[in-house]
């Protein structure tokens, strides 16, 4: 199971499922800001559900959850009641267009961190009306938001009560000091792990898993193997500073829990050692389909991680397929 690919949005007919203020209005400007000031060009451009359905077929995966491309970048917007209206039209657009037309296909709810109490409200409409199987919350934000804190919560309180989990995954650029680095190569290696760092570092030591211990997160697109390098230095920071962390376990105790997860790199000698570590109940598989690679070179990803020998029979099952159903609430 592909607990992460994306699609490529249609941004004029996300725009005939806009509501009221918004409805009917034609835009000049993109819906979404730009990621970043970077070239970027997939080798895969194309996403209708009947593409996506034929890379399941020729991977022989038999479900994917899709997120959104220009999407992640909704948390630069900032015009609140806008993102509200764009998320509402995304969700019932992906809904529309692909996991209706392919019951292979889940999606995710984009999720507004500018405005809590209607993420919320849209949150639960996404998962009764829509079927969405988790919230996604953008990693990155224009004011450099960190979701641990307290405004935030009613989100995690809902999720706990639905069953469901929320995502943080990054993309964009804007406010990472990333800007020093002359090419995207440089600049992209770096894009996705900062906000994930950040944003674990946030809910940990705010506590958030005391507060929500069913409540279940997964950090998307940085790997795994940068894991037990933040557990060791969270603990670091707790033990040296008591009583400064308002939390009642160590942070590595609760990455060894039943909360966090993440999504790894297919070819990362460092996953073994995260398995090691962490076990492999928390570490999902991800083809991020059609983002970086042209369509054979996925298929062989998935090969190769079938016969990795540095994990067992039982860890490469647990990352395939046990631990996304799990997770999106798929499966007990």
């Keep these: 199971m592909d607990a992460d690919g994306h699609i490529n949005e249609d941004e004029e007919d996300i725009g005939s499922f806009l509501r009221e203020p918004f409805a009917g209005r034609k835009r000049f400007f993109a819906s979404w800001p730009s990621l970043d000031g970077r070239f970027r060009s997939p080798n895969v451009t194309a996403t209708s559900a009947s593409i996506w359905g034929n890379f399941l ?6 479900a994917a959850v899709v997120y959104p491309t220009a999407g992640l970048a909704h948390g630069l917007i900032q015009d609140a009641d806008w993102a509200v209206a764009l998320a509402s039209a995304y969700n019932d657009w ?3 267009r692909y996991s209706s037309q392919d019951p292979r296909l889940l999606a995710v709810a984009l999720l507004s961190p500018q405005d809590v109490a209607a993420s919320v409200k849209e949150l639960r409409r996404a998962v009764n009306e829509l079927g969405c199987v988790g919230g996604l919350l953008p990693a990155v934000t224009y004011d450099n938001a960190v979701f641990g804190k307290e405004r935030f919560w009613p989100l995690y309180e809902e999720a706990v009560r639905l069953n469901k989990p929320i995502v943080f995954h990054g993309a964009p650029q804007l406010g990472l000091g990333l800007e020093c680095f002359d090419s995207h190569l440089e600049a992209h290696v770096l894009e996705h792990a900062i906000p ?7 809910v940990i030591y705010q506590g958030v898993f005391d507060h929500f211990p069913k409540l279940r997160v997964a950090f998307l697109e940085a790997g ?21 962390a308002g939390i009642k376990r160590l942070p590595s ?3 060894a829990g039943e909360n966090v997860y993440v999504a790894c790199e297919p070819e990362e000698p460092g996953l073994a050692y995260t398995v090691q570590r962490f076990g492999a109940q928390r570490i999902l598989y991800p083809t991020d389909f059609p983002h970086e690679l042209a369509f054979d070179q996925y298929l062989e990803d998935l090969d190769e ?4 020998e540095d994990l067992s029979s039982d860890a490469r099952r647990s990352i395939l397929w046990d631990n996304a159903r799990r997770f999106y609430g798929l499966a007990v």
């Design 224 to 244: 795994a193997g940068w894991l037990p390098y933040m557990a060791d230095r969270m603990d670091y920071e707790y033990k040296a500073r008591p009583g400064k």
């Design 253 to 255: 105790e609760y990455l």
């Design 196 to 202: 994930q760092f950040k944003q674990m570092v946030s």
């Design 305 to 308: 991680f079938k016969e990795r």
């Design 94 to 96: 992906i809904h529309a």
């Design 57 to 62: 077929d020729s991977a022989s995966v038999q």
